[in-house]
Nanobody
Framework: QVQLVESGGGLVQAGGSLRLSCQAS????????MGWYRQAPGKQRELVAT???????NYADSAKGRFTISRDIAKNTVDLQMDSLKFEDTAVYYC????????????????WGQGTQVTVSS
């Protein structure tokens, strides 16, 4: 199994910045995609940004130009730098990885963190 632990959420004023971090651990064979999703109250979970092993990135339109995703392959970490935060960025942010565990190395599986709250005050 793969465990994900997020950190860095909190309360910030509009226009401010936060940096989210996620550490993957456990029986990891390899990690392909790492990323962040978010879910606001009453809304579905949505993509924020993802990054592959070759550092190819994908951003939601709402995140482009404001958020930057990065990863450290050796440390199995993924970060999300969020700048120019807006009230509508308020949500629970979830770390996501697509990984192969040592128990089942032939089959990639999705894993999710427990989420970290980001609240942006207007």
């Amino acid at each position: 199994q793969v465990q994900l632990v997020e950190s860095g959420g909190g309360l910030v004023q509009a226009g401010g910045s936060l940096r989210l971090s996620c550490q993957a651990s456990g029986s990891i064979f390899s990690i392909n995609v790492m990323g962040w999703y978010r879910q606001a109250p009453g809304k579905q979970r949505e993509l924020v940004a993802t990054i592959t092993r070759t550092f190819s990135t994908n951003y939601a339109d709402s995140a482009k130009g404001r958020f930057t995703i990065s990863r450290d392959i050796a440390k199995n970490t993924v970060d999300l730098q969020m700048d120019s935060l807006k009230f509508e960025d308020t949500a629970v942010y979830y770390c996501y990885v697509q990984a192969r565990s040592r128990i089942s190395p032939s089959t990639p599986q999705p894993y999710w963190g427990q989420g970290t709250q980001v609240t942006v005050s207007s």
